[in-house]
């Protein structure tokens, strides 16, 4: 299968002198088209920086990170910033939407400044999204006067407007009570399963048994890999593949 993300020997670190710290420490991944992976380790393992070194949204200190066959260490900002505008979607815990704008155009805003002649198509492709997950009625609202859950499908929506080829999410749950957690997740899988790669970031064990594979992060090293399909011999069963996940981290050394 095609390799749409990869990065090899990615070293990170923060802080100078004594205070000096890698956050990767030679990590290398792959992860083909069309996967769904997830990203689960302590606090401080590297979670979140290997999301944005691997989205371009970091820059590492030594090794390289490739989308599609394209190197990005070779890409200005500019290119970067297109790339991650046209080809990549991004959905956060807290989903930036601005209190001034109504929610159907806080999802067509960044679509807007490239395609300002072309504002009543976007607005109709949103409006589709927002039907999709479940949100249409609420176009013409505030943020304010939406749920946490709404918001964050708003944010999905706003992800999927130029039809990315890899959504990136860092804890897009972590902010949710568990209902609104488990309605974002089936969401997500939903759209998974129309070709789109999901590299997820998160500490619930929820969320994370949902994923094609899990890459437990120790230290800024990759300290292991779940792959439910070995070990329940599905990947259909979500309870039994949580049971397993657990029991797997359970085996975990930190």
Not at 35 to 51: A, D, Q, R, W
Not at 122 to 150: F, H, V
Not at 213 to 239: M, Q, W
Request: net charge positive; charged share 25%; aromatic share 4%.
């Amino acid at each position: 299968m095609k390799k749409i993300l990869a990065g090899r020997q990615m070293v990170k670190s923060f802080g100078e002198g004594n205070e000096k710290r890698r956050v990767l420490d030679g990590v290398s991944v792959e992860i083909s088209q069309g996967e769904f992976v997830s990203v689960m380790g302590p606090s401080g393992s590297g979670k979140s920086t290997l999301l944005y070194a691997l989205s371009g949204m970091d820059t590492i200190d030594s090794g390289e990170v490739s989308f599609n066959g394209t190197g990005l260490s070779g890409l200005g900002e500019k290119q970067l910033a297109d790339l991650r505008r046209t080809d990549m979607g991004f959905v956060f815990q807290q989903p930036t939407l601005l209190k001034n704008l109504n929610i159907l155009d806080n999802i067509i805003l960044p679509s807007v400044r490239d395609n300002r002649k072309k504002t009543r198509q976007l607005s109709e492709k949103a409006r589709a999204l927002m039907e999709r997950t479940g949100i249409g009625e609420l176009e013409n609202r505030s943020i304010s006067q939406a749920s946490g859950g709404q918001l964050q499908r708003a944010g999905i929506c706003r992800a999927l407007m130029n039809d990315p080829k890899v959504i990136f999410g860092d804890e897009p749950t972590g902010a949710l009570n568990s209902t609104s957690a488990n309605e974002i997740m089936a969401l997500l899988s939903d759209i998974h399963r129309t070709g789109v790669t999901i590299l997820l970031v998160t500490h619930d064990v929820k969320v994370a048994a949902r994923a094609e594979r899990v890459l437990f992060l120790l230290d800024g090293k990759i300290a292991g890999e779940y792959n439910p399909s070995r070990h329940t011999g599905s990947i259909a069963d979500l309870d039994s593949r949580e049971k397993q996940l657990r029991d797997w981290l359970a085996g975990m050394k930190f």
